[in-house]
């Protein structure tokens, strides 16, 4: 039988001053290395994979579509990943969150296979990273996830309210041992060896000096307790001229104020803000929703100067590439 143990409840959300550190580095353009699918030889973080204890059901609205959406996830099998599920498809589609899966769409995460997609997923698939949650069904009546809030919160409460179930199977980790970086000089993203355990992000976000976001910078290592307490109720952000021309072209009709940070001159408009540093700890959510489609563990500290969804699925591309060479390597 599988252990049991119930994640810890997520913690009351306390705004924090931004933390800064040093400075933006120049890059380390080496070949990139790698890796350690095998966890044999593992050393911590090595852990067993987990699932949820009961199916949990939540809804809420697409910010595009403006559709009424229900979301339940579901337990599923050790090594089975994360999938999602058309079921308002018939028959229902079956979409695996990885890479390969992985198409291009503006200012969001979309996943598509035999013709049919999933839309906005980087928001929950963080809430399931984030929470180390590896293999999970992901039901869905519509193409694109709900809003919520604009943050993984809503998921990440269901999702703790739900409980956690320890798996026989170990989840396998990557460990990055040389520096490997996608982009160019106004955006990048990079992996690089780490000596602290686990996956360390750092974030750069630089809108300007004219700009009411600014520059926000943040270095953080991702684990449970520091994704709920740092990262889960960030929100997505979008300037208000951006939000009209998307209402401009009939999009986000239900979409309010309040149902994500929209930034006019003089900061967000008719929400505050949960953070000082709210926006770049959003960028570190969507990192963490982008890299769940790696599908394994990273042993790394991973830096981001203004990279987006589409540099981020850059990176796991050659990071993917590189296990699947290695996994062949160690079977030959
Ligand atoms: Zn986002």
């Known amino acids: 039988m599988p252990s049991r143990r119930r994640t810890p409840r997520l913690p009351a959300i306390a705004p924090r001053r931004p933390v800064e550190r040093g400075r933006t580095d120049s890059a380390t353009l080496t070949r990139p290395c790698i890796i350690d699918s095998d966890t044999s030889f593992l050393k911590p973080p090595a852990r067993q994979q987990r699932t949820i204890q009961r199916p949990v059901r939540l809804t809420g609205i697409g910010y595009w579509s403006s559709k009424d959406v229900t979301v339940e996830f579901r337990p599923a099998l050790p090594d089975s990943g994360i999938s999602f599920v058309r079921c308002d498809l018939s028959p229902v589609s079956r979409i695996r969150a990885r890479v390969d899966n992985r198409i291009d769409t503006p200012r969001r995460t979309t996943l598509a296979k035999h013709g049919q997609a999933v839309e906005m997923v980087e928001h929950i698939l963080a809430a399931l990273a984030g929470l180390q949650i590896d293999n999970c069904e992901v039901w869905v009546n519509a193409v694109e996830m709900p809003a919520w809030d604009g943050s993984s919160r809503a998921a990440v409460e269901a999702l703790l309210a739900a409980g956690t179930v320890t798996q026989e199977a170990p989840r396998d980790v990557l460990r990055v041992e040389e520096c490997l970086r996608v982009g160019n000089d106004e955006a990048w993203i990079q992996a690089e060896p780490s000596r602290v355990p686990g996956l360390t992000l750092r974030y750069d976000l630089d809108f300007g000096g004219a700009s009411p976001i600014g520059r926000q910078v943040l270095e953080l290592r991702v684990g449970p307790q520091e994704f709920c307490r740092e990262i889960a109720s960030a929100r997505t952000f979008i300037l208000e001229s951006e939000a009209a021309s998307l209402r401009a072209n009939g999009l986000a009709q239900r979409i309010t104020y309040q149902d994500l940070l929209v930034f006019g001159p003089d900061g967000p408009i008719a ?32 830096f981001a100067y203004r990279s987006g969804h589409q540099l981020n699925a850059e990176l796991v591309r050659q990071l993917r590439g590189l296990c699947t060479a290695e996994v062949r390597r160690k079977s030959a």
Do not use: S, T, Y
Request: glycine share 4%; net charge negative.
């Open 271 to 302: 929400n505050p803000l949960r953070f000082a540093n709210e926006c770049v700890r959003h960028k570190i959510l969507d990192m963490i929703g982008d890299l769940a489609l790696l599908e394994v563990d990273l042993q790394a500290r991973i």
